[in-house]
């Protein structure tokens, strides 16, 4: 609870995966993927009741003896490569009997994510007038260096004409890193989106902002959390 105000966290893991067969339990520098999400998001202080979203008997059970809730079985329409996220989370929230005044969203595939960035990223949203928050982290390489081709094979630039040559001219630009999102339960239930006009940034270093997609992500998080054991 945040000044007041309740918060469900739903953890979000689906069965199938392409690119790492069962990535959300591969083991991961010693445990499943999933248990490094668990067992962060399980040492909050404002977080009333932690759950599970999955299709997947393997990650209901891991989840379930690592001590996150599952009340229910995601439908497997749902948990397919073309199933938009948002529709998972709203099957969660409309499932469930009782209503929160937060809901965070927490992606296994952010290993790297500590329960200082979740705590911070709830106190942020708790004490402000934002509808959600997205955590964020900075492009190394800003799209005002970036171009097109275009039908002839030349160089477009892909923000417009590039003002300055100077890149300390050039504005920070951020990317959703997947790891936290916190949206009111209302404004979910009403415009089905998490990120608007009416959202705020939450960044995040570079280093713990790693979304594993592919092998060579899952290789990269173990060496960075072996090298933090010792």
Avoid at 30 to 53: C, F, H, M, Q, V
Wanted: net charge negative.
């Amino acid at each position: 609870m945040i000044n007041g105000k309740t918060l469900l966290a739903i953890i979000l893991a689906r069965g199938g995966s392409k690119g790492i067969p069962k990535k959300n339990i591969s083991i991961l520098a010693g445990k499943p993927l999933i248990n490094w999400t668990i067992e962060e998001a399980k040492k909050s202080k404002y977080i009333d009741r932690l759950i599970l979203s999955s299709d997947d008997p393997e990650i209901i059970e891991i989840a379930k003896a690592s001590g996150c809730e599952v009340p229910f079985v995601r439908p497997r329409e749902l948990a397919t490569d073309e199933s938009p996220i948002i529709e998972s989370i709203l099957h969660a929230i409309n499932t469930l009997p009782d209503k929160y005044d937060y809901i965070l969203i927490l992606q296994p595939t952010s290993p790297l994510r500590k329960i200082n960035h979740i705590d911070a990223a709830i106190n942020i949203i708790g004490n402000s007038d934002a509808d959600s928050l997205a955590s964020i982290s900075l492009v190394e390489k800003s799209p005002y260096w970036m171009f097109y081709l275009n039908d002839k094979g030349k160089l477009n630039p892909l923000m417009g004409d590039i003002k300055s040559s100077n890149r300390q001219y050039l504005p920070d630009i951020y990317v959703c890193n997947g790891a936290i999102y916190i949206i009111k339960y209302d404004i979910l239930k009403n415009k089905k989106t998490i990120i608007d006009t009416n959202t705020i940034g939450f960044i995040m270093e570079a280093q713990v902002s790693l979304d594993i997609d592919e092998e060579i992500d899952f290789k990269v998080a173990e060496t960075i959390l072996k090298s933090n054991m010792e």
